[in-house]
């Protein structure tokens, strides 16, 4: 081995594959460990809810409104207990909860995936091209920024009606441009250096220089912002679904669990509103904790 | 101007290359009303004539910021000029297309200074080295793997590295894989913009030392672009002076060195450090280079020239034959009548 090669010390880790870093710094800090084993624990009740639940809250059949608005730990009229209670049409909250939890999870995963694609390849073309190209999506992506979430999800809605389609749909519209902004301005880092001009120098294509070195190399601050953005399209997902006009009555998200338990919460009847409130914040600070531990190690500026 | 014999690979006719600034929102509004003025024009290169001889080392030198990398990105195709042509083997670059200009593109090929920015992160050393030959299927799959080996041993690296990503390696074992990188397509032309300015002093020598291992084997001509003049003394077949964008003065190494015929040159020759001159005190070039976004009027070099004229303040003088294969711009070695 030449001198040189033994001179250059590799800094230890250096060659560790960027999975196993990034599951080291979640190890790091017990907080971060114990949001990360509460977020696999929740996704994990979420994936398995049909075959772990004692009721399956869809199916009409098996509730009994006899049962309804029973307080956690009492036995209903088949001498099964229902550990958190029912709801006013005797629905073993339990269930509905672990339902719901599948629900947000998907519609959140599934919105934040989809404004993804978008939202990198618009940002991708727009710091690629430049000029035209890039003050079009970028007067686009300041106009959408420039309402409030909500209220772009709202009218929306209101206009195409309710359906987990649509509210991923709805997501999907409102998030989009924070990914465009924040892929156009790491693509643009990207674009300058030497490596870009290196692949001009070899003539390749347009579209190969984008996809083989230009996104690769931009991506990452991407999806550890993404990371956190999952809490907040879940978060939207709730907040449209309590206003009535997110995911239908037939599949209830947490939102959904919350808005049928408010009108009875004045009555003493807490555990209809108040359990899957619970849910549904364990769900966001873990998620928020995992995706800002994440953003810290990767100093990514939000 | 060129006295030395074979015909030229590469010949730069009138380049100029500007850089405009966008005008912002407000200015634009200010211009479109008739006040406010066009933001200032950048001439980073301004109307260079040169050319390279097949097989010769053609140093280019000046400081920081007088447009050399400029210049060697529009050598390569990177750039395109604002005014003049390139001129690739006889046939000027900016009418070819397709196929034709892919080959340009390829036979002059180009080595970054930075070793670090100029790999791509994120690739193999495999993929780096094999992938102009496989995007453009200049080799048949199966070959590129030998291609990308061949590559990597003529600059002396292990093969064990080929699945290694560039963070693993030094700055000068990057610097190789960017050298094999541009060997892999076949090169007869490299340009070099400071290839070792950004390596320890002990891998420059050899890093240099492959540059002309490789050029001996190969038949290689050079534009090695750097700041170094010992470096390009002890390298260079001929040797071009640049300053604020033009070229001062050109000719053969030996006799530039021996005897610069531009003040700038010989400001910077007597810069270079000698063990001879130890004791010497020599006088340090004043100033700074000018703001080439408001280049001095007359001659760009005569607020630090310290032979300066009252013609030098108003006409820029220009690149002139002094003796054979010998061109300065200055007043100096024009006929006593022009000033």
């Known amino acids: 081995?030449?001198?040189?090669?033994?001179?250059?010390?590799?800094?230890?880790?250096?060659?560790?594959?960027?999975?196993?870093?990034?599951?080291?710094?979640?190890?790091?800090?017990?907080?971060?460990?114990?949001?990360?084993?509460?977020?696999?624990i929740m996704v994990a009740l979420a994936v398995l809810a049909p075959f772990i639940t004692p009721q399956n809250p869809h199916d009409l059949a098996a509730l009994s409104v006899m049962d309804n608005r029973l307080a956690p730990g009492e036995a209903g009229m088949n001498g099964m207990t229902y550990w958190l209670g029912t709801d006013s049409q005797g629905r073993d909250m339990l269930s509905a909860i672990l339902y719901g939890l599948r629900t947000?999870?998907?519609?959140?995963?599934?919105?934040?995936?989809?404004?993804?694609?978008?939202?990198i390849s618009a940002g991708l073309l727009a710091a690629q091209f430049g000029g035209g190209v890039d003050a079009v999506i970028m007067r686009v992506v300041d106009f959408m920024l420039g309402f409030p979430s909500i209220l772009i999800a709202l009218v929306l809605l209101a206009s195409i009606g309710r359906g987990v389609d649509k509210v991923i749909l709805a997501i999907i519209l409102v998030q989009w441009a924070q990914?465009?902004?924040?892929?156009?301005?790491?693509?643009?880092?990207?674009?300058?250096?030497?490596?870009?001009?290196?692949?001009?120098?070899?003539?390749?294509p347009t579209r190969h220089?984008?996809?083989?070195?230009?996104?690769?190399?931009?991506?990452?601050?991407?999806?550890?912002?993404?990371?956190?953005?999952?809490?907040?399209?879940?978060?939207?997902?709730?907040?449209?679904?309590?206003?009535?006009?997110?995911?239908?009555?037939?599949?209830?998200?947490?939102?959904?669990?919350?808005a049928n338990g408010f009108e009875f919460l004045l009555s003493g009847e807490y555990w209809i509103a108040v359990f899957p409130g619970i849910a549904l914040v364990l769900l966001i600070v873990s998620l928020n904790l995992v995706g800002d531990r994440l953003r810290r190690s990767f100093n990514v500026r939000s | 101007m060129n006295a030395s014999t074979s015909v030229p690979i590469i010949e730069l006719r009138g380049i100029t290359k500007h850089f405009r600034r966008k005008p912002t929102l407000a200015e634009r509004i200010l211009m479109a009303t008739g006040r406010g003025k066009a933001p200032p024009v950048l001439r980073a290169v301004d109307g260079v004539d040169l050319s390279v001889a097949r097989g010769e080392v053609l140093g280019l030198v000046g400081e920081s910021g007088c447009g050399k990398s400029t210049l060697a990105r529009i050598v390569t195709g990177i750039l395109r000029p604002t005014q003049g042509e390139v001129v690739y083997e006889q046939r000027p670059v900016a009418g070819l297309r397709g196929k034709e200009r892919l080959d340009f593109l390829l036979k002059v090929q180009m080595i970054f200074?930075?070793?670090?920015?100029?790999?791509?992160?994120?690739?193999?050393?495999?993929?780096?080295?094999?992938?102009?030959?496989?995007?453009?299927?200049?080799?048949?799959?199966?070959?590129?793997?030998?291609?990308?080996?061949?590559?990597?041993?003529?600059?002396?690296?292990?093969?064990?590295?080929?699945?290694?990503?560039?963070?693993?390696?030094?700055?000068?074992?990057?610097q190789r894989i960017g050298i094999a990188?541009?060997?892999?397509?076949?090169?007869?032309?490299?340009?070099?913009?400071?290839?070792?300015?950004?390596?320890?002093?002990?891998?420059?020598?050899?890093?240099?030392?492959?540059?002309?291992?490789?050029?001996?084997?190969?038949?290689?001509?050079?534009?090695f672009v750097s700041h170094d003049l010992g470096l390009v003394r002890h390298i260079s077949d001929r040797v071009a002076i640049m300053y604020l964008g033009r070229i001062v003065e050109i000719g053969a190494a030996a006799s530039i060195f021996a005897e610069p015929a531009h003040p700038y040159s010989a400001a910077l020759i007597a810069?270079?450090?000698?063990?001879?001159?130890?004791?010497?005190?020599?006088?340090?070039?004043?100033?700074?280079?000018p703001s080439p976004l408001a280049p001095p009027p007359g001659c760009p070099f005569h607020p630090r020239c310290p032979q300066a004229m009252s013609v030098c303040r108003e006409i820029r003088p220009a690149l002139a034959e002094i003796s054979p294969g010998r061109s300065a711009a200055c007043h100096l070695h024009t006929a006593p009548e022009a000033a």
Do not use: W
């Not at chain 1, 560790?16 to 460990?33: E, N, Y």
């Open chain 1, 1 to 40: 081995m030449s001198p040189e090669a033994k001179a250059f010390a590799v800094p230890a880790g250096a060659d560790t594959p960027l999975r196993d870093k990034v599951l080291r710094r979640i190890r790091s800090r017990p907080t971060t460990r114990g949001a990360a084993v509460l977020l696999g």
């Open chain 1, 104 to 119: 947000s999870l998907m519609v959140g995963l599934t919105a934040t995936a989809g404004a993804l694609f978008i939202g």
């Open chain 1, 179 to 204: 990914y465009a902004r924040l892929m156009r301005a790491s693509a643009l880092v990207e674009r300058r250096k030497e490596y870009i001009e290196a692949a001009l120098n070899f003539g390749l």
């Open chain 1, 209 to 258: 220089i984008m996809l083989a070195h230009l996104l690769p190399n931009s991506v990452g601050s991407v999806l550890v912002v993404a990371s956190i953005s999952i809490a907040s399209a879940i978060t939207l997902e709730a907040t449209l679904s309590f206003l009535g006009v997110g995911v239908p009555v037939t599949q209830p998200s947490l939102g959904l669990l919350i």
């Open chain 2, 113 to 174: 200074q930075d070793p670090y920015a100029s790999l791509d992160p994120r690739m193999k050393v495999s993929r780096i080295v094999g992938e102009a030959l496989s995007v453009h299927k200049l080799l048949p799959k199966a070959e590129i793997d030998g291609a990308v080996d061949q590559a990597l041993s003529e600059v002396g690296l292990d093969l064990a590295y080929r699945e290694r990503y560039p963070h693993q390696f030094s700055g000068g074992q990057r």
């Open chain 2, 181 to 223: 990188r541009a060997l892999a397509v076949k090169p007869d032309f490299l340009v070099c913009d400071e290839p070792v300015s950004a390596l320890d002093v002990s891998i420059q020598a050899q890093v240099i030392n492959l540059f002309m291992d490789v050029r001996a084997r190969h038949g290689l001509t050079y534009l």
């Open chain 2, 271 to 289: 810069a270079i450090p000698s063990a001879k001159r130890r004791k010497r005190a020599f006088e340090p070039l004043k100033g700074e280079l």
